[in-house]
């Protein structure tokens, strides 16, 4: 190799060391952001003040998803974690767990009105986990949506919430305390729809911050490699070491625990958060501790990991994140 050829190696490399340097310096300044909003354990507290969730979601076909969603939630430090779900769905989820407490209403004709009565004593939802594509289903959330952003609840919306949103952006434009976690095809979906064109592949960054500004700054999570997060504002990056093992279901755990981080989040306010979005910090919070979930049970399952598996590294994966 030439001198100068090598010099320029050497260049190129102390770049990328840098870089990598400073990436490493900004997650960990987010993950210290992410630990400000965390409330403290007391046993002054009465239970359901460390988080109320809902999650709107869970059909004959889809009962997974929903528990994944809400049983995270929990195992992240939620007190209560309710499921709404359809009528075939309840004796199913509520065989997964005694901890949930199931809703078997959203394919009732009134099933607006009956999740409506509990909104008050719910902090967050999440909507979308095993929802299915049913109109009268879809309805029923679209009104639901609708009561949510009338009473200021924050909602995290996955999954086939992500398909209502794309056939009615209006349904979520601008509401800043609204969430959109979309995989890589969900994204390319909500892109096309919202902004009449296919997302540009090779700026990833600059997409995510279009389709968010687009939106009326709505955050966005697109999910993938590493995870790039937006409220039009800010871009972040996660690259907190995960696995190269996709199961389904991940993304379930990511919106319940995003559920109670965004309630935290928003409790704790701007002053935790460094003048950061809460939101941000949140979904930052969330996206971690899914990939450390999953590398520590890639560590002990390698290739036959699942998401069952993944759950059961909650507690030690936020310990090591956020509380050593």
């Known amino acids: 190799m030439q001198k100068g050829s090598f010099s320029a190696l050497r260049i190129l490399e102390r770049a990328f060391s840098l870089r990598k340097a400073h990436s490493i310096k900004d997650m960990e300044n987010t993950l210290q952001l992410v630990r400000n909003i965390i409330p403290p354990l007391s046993s002054t507290k009465h239970k359901g003040q460390d988080g109320r969730i809902g999650v709107v979601g869970g059909c004959q076909e889809y009962t997974g998803a929903p528990y994944f969603a809400a049983i995270s939630a929990l ?49 967050a939802l999440v909507v979308g986990p095993g929802l299915g594509r049913d109109d009268a289903l879809l309805r029923n959330v679209q009104g639901i949506l609708e009561a949510s952003k009338a009473r200021d609840i924050p909602v995290v919306i996955d999954a086939d919430g992500l398909w209502l949103v794309a056939q009615q952006p209006a349904l979520i434009h601008g509401y800043r305390k609204a969430v959109l976690t979309p995989n890589h095809m969900e994204f390319s979906r909500l892109y096309d729809a919202v902004l009449r064109g296919p997302m540009d592949s090779d700026d990833s960054h600059g997409s995510v911050l279009r389709l968010s500004q687009a ?42 625990s ?11 306010g701007p002053e935790k958060t460094n003048g950061s979005s809460p939101l941000l910090v949140a979904a930052f919070g969330a996206c971690s501790l899914t990939r450390q979930c999953n590398h520590q049970a890639f560590q002990k399952h390698g290739r036959s990991t699942t998401t069952s598996d993944m759950i059961a590294e909650v507690g030690a994966a936020f310990s090591k994140l956020f509380e050593t």
């Open 75 to 123: 195992k992240v430090g939620a007190d209560l974690s309710h499921v709404f779900c359809a009528s075939a769905a309840a004796p199913v989820i509520k065989a997964y767990s005694p901890e949930l407490i199931v809703h078997p209403v959203l394919d009732s004709p009134n099933a607006v009105r009956e999740v409506e009565k509990w909104l008050p004593r719910l902090h």
């Open 215 to 256: 939106l009326g700054n709505v955050t966005v999570v697109q999910k993938g490699e590493r995870d790039i997060l937006s409220n039009g504002q800010q871009v972040l990056v996660c690259s907190q070491e995960g696995s190269s093992r996709r199961c389904g279901g991940q993304g379930d755990l990511l919106s319940g």
């Open 258 to 268: 995003l559920g109670v981080l965004v309630h935290w989040a928003l409790l704790a």
